[in-house]
């Protein structure tokens, strides 16, 4: 079965722009999870959605934004881009709708890098 | 103060050496207590999880959790040169897969021939 996609794979932005990207979760799978990852900061919590609807959210500005489509696909948007956002931004979907021991499958990432 | 701490390493070691790695944490809320294994261009994949306190065998790894001192562990016997990735520990209230896991910074293992 297919893992979890990423795209675009490597992504250059300029400050002040914005950026999207999309993650495709397994078949079947209805949770999406975004993470932002730095050597600095390591994997850090940005949102996860359900059903279309955002569940839980981590402590990142409104700048970073998201949505989940009924067909399970994910877009996060990041606005007004500064160099600190550059990162690895990774994607993971699982099964589960509530807590317990499903796991999350992790996608490759999306490098992104603001110059 | 981060809620979950993890020496970055950089670990390295001779094939069939044991490793150790080890995170502690602050949040008592903690249940679920993972271990990832991120390779180089790719996301993480669980290696193993346990809930509460206690240990867990999956072959040549063994999950330990210490609720009472906020302490997990990782152990690798018998290392191979394929183990060599970042060792990620991560952590949750609710579950593997729902709502939010805190990481840790993730160790960078390397176990040469």
């Known amino acids: 079965k297919a893992g979890v996609t990423q795209t675009p794979r490597y992504l250059i932005k300029t400050r002040g722009q914005q950026v999207t990207l999309s993650c495709s979760p397994i078949s079947g799978h209805r949770s999406v999870s975004w993470y932002q990852q730095t050597p600095g900061q390591g994997l850090q919590f940005l949102f996860e959605?359900?059903?279309?609807?955002?569940?839980n959210k981590g402590n990142f500005p409104g700048r970073f934004s998201g949505r989940q489509f009924s067909n399970s696909r994910s877009e996060m948007n990041v606005s007004t881009l500064e160099l600190g956002d550059s990162a690895l931004y990774l994607c993971a979907s699982s099964l589960a709708n509530t807590g317990g021991d499903y796991e999350q499958y992790f996608g490759p990432g999306t490098r992104l890098t603001v110059t | 103060q981060k809620e979950v701490e993890q020496d970055p390493g950089p670990l390295s070691v001779p094939e069939g050496a044991i490793v150790s790695l080890n995170c502690t944490y602050s949040n008592s809320a903690f249940q679920y207590f993972m271990w990832y294994r991120q390779y180089s261009r790719k996301g993480p994949e669980l290696l193993m999880y346990t809930y509460s306190s206690g240990n867990k065998e999956d072959g040549r790894f063994t999950a330990q959790v210490d609720k009472s001192s906020k302490y997990i562990s990782l152990f690798i016997r018998d290392s191979q040169p394929s183990d060599s990735a970042t060792y990620l520990c991560a952590m949750s209230r609710y579950g593997t897969s729902y709502g939010k896991l805190t990481f840790g910074q993730g160790t960078i293992l390397t176990v040469h021939p």
């Open positions: 959605y359900f059903s279309e609807t955002q569940r």
